[in-house]
């Protein structure tokens, strides 16, 4: 069983940046496939970044160019680097945590058994 914590959460104005954190402890698997979700009020929880064991990322189209996913296996932490923050970005941010490679649309919400509690983000215009 892998725990997750997210912290990172902050309210900014548009065009701004924030950076995430995903630490996670328990047992931990560096070949898990890994990623970054959002839900906004009202809307079904979205992949918005996933990223495997060799470093191979994926984005949702609405954040390519301006989010960065990213991984410190030594530290069993995982990071969304946000830039140009725009006020539809606002959600609440959760990482998850796969069981083995990534497979399939690595931005699937049924990939990934372990999630964290989340931690809110706010864009103003």
């Known amino acids: 069983q892998e725990q997750l914590v997210e912290s990172g959460g902050d309210s900014v104005q548009a065009g701004g940046s924030l950076r995430l954190s995903c630490a996670a402890s328990g047992y931990t698997d560096s070949s898990a496939c890994r990623a970054w979700f959002r839900q906004a009020p009202g809307k079904k929880r979205e992949g918005v970044a996933a990223?495997?064991?060799?470093?191979?990322?994926r984005y949702t189209d609405s954040v390519e160019g301006r989010f960065t996913i990213s991984k410190d296996n030594t530290q069993n932490t995982l990071y969304l680097q946000m830039n140009s923050l725009k006020p539809e970005d606002t959600a609440v941010y959760y990482c998850?945590?796969?069981?083995?490679?990534?497979?399939?649309?690595?931005?699937?919400?049924?990939?990934?058994?372990?999630w964290g509690q989340g931690t809110q983000v706010t864009v103003s215009s």
């Open positions: 990223i495997d064991f060799t470093g191979y990322t």
């Open positions: 998850a945590a796969g069981q083995g490679y990534c497979t399939g649309s690595p931005l699937s919400i049924d990939l990934y058994p372990f």
